[in-house]
């Protein structure tokens, strides 16, 4: 079982920063797939899911352009800042998680601005598609910084399954922690903001 999680050979097939950072690189996903339900319970909510009064037709024109808009996006991220990501990975990963964190913040925000709901969602839809990019291209300058036996394509598989069971653990506490807060607004800024802080404070000392 355990083989499904690590690199064959492990640990002699990785150097010894491999388990320190995947371990707090594991906290800080379940951080952001917890905080991801909160937000996206806020967005769902501003675009009328529940309420009897909003289309059909209408969250789907909201939805499509939100994708729309992080798509482009992340074109034009990866045209004029792709081939900077190899020269300073650390710093391109903490710009990634930063603009992950903005996003779902917007995202929380957005029932608060209704008439600006279009532009928040845009905007917070546009700051996670620079996460995608980035935080992939400096993934796999790492992956090949911890391959001490030519296996990157191992490593970045088991990575793999280490972030599919994080996401699945971190949203059903997410849901949990909704389902609890529900209704509750200091409640959900306070889980969110003390998450994003751990997040972040966790991300400058680790990476």
């Known amino acids: 079982?355990?083989?499904?999680?690590?690199?064959?050979?492990?640990?002699?097939?990785?150097?010894?920063?491999?388990?320190?950072?995947?371990?707090?690189?594991?906290?800080q996903g379940l951080s952001t797939y917890i905080r991801a339900m909160l937000s996206t319970q806020a967005l769902l909510g501003a675009i009328g899911v529940g309420e009897q009064s909003a289309t059909v037709i209408g969250a789907t024109f909201q939805w499509f352009l939100r994708d729309l808009t992080g798509m482009l996006g992340g074109i034009l991220f990866t045209f004029y800042q792709g081939s900077n990501l190899d020269s300073n990975a650390k710093m391109w990963r903490l710009v990634a998680d930063f603009m992950n964190d903005l996003g779902m913040l917007m995202d929380l925000l957005s029932p608060l601005f209704p008439s600006s709901l279009i532009v928040i969602m845009c905007l917070g839809s546009l700051s996670r598609s620079f996460t995608g990019v980035a935080s992939g291209a400096t993934r796999a300058a790492l992956t090949q910084h911890f391959a001490l036996a030519n296996n990157a394509a191992d490593i970045s598989a088991k990575e793999g399954s280490q972030e599919t069971l994080a996401t699945m653990l971190g949203m059903g506490l997410g849901m949990l922690l909704a389902q609890i807060t529900r209704g509750h607004a200091l409640s959900v800024w306070a889980s969110f903001l003390s998450l994003t802080m751990f997040h972040m404070y966790d991300r400058i000392l680790h990476t």
């Open 1 to 27: 079982m355990l083989g499904a999680f690590v690199p064959e050979g492990f640990p002699g097939s990785v150097t010894p920063d491999y388990v320190p950072f995947q371990m707090w690189d594991t906290l």
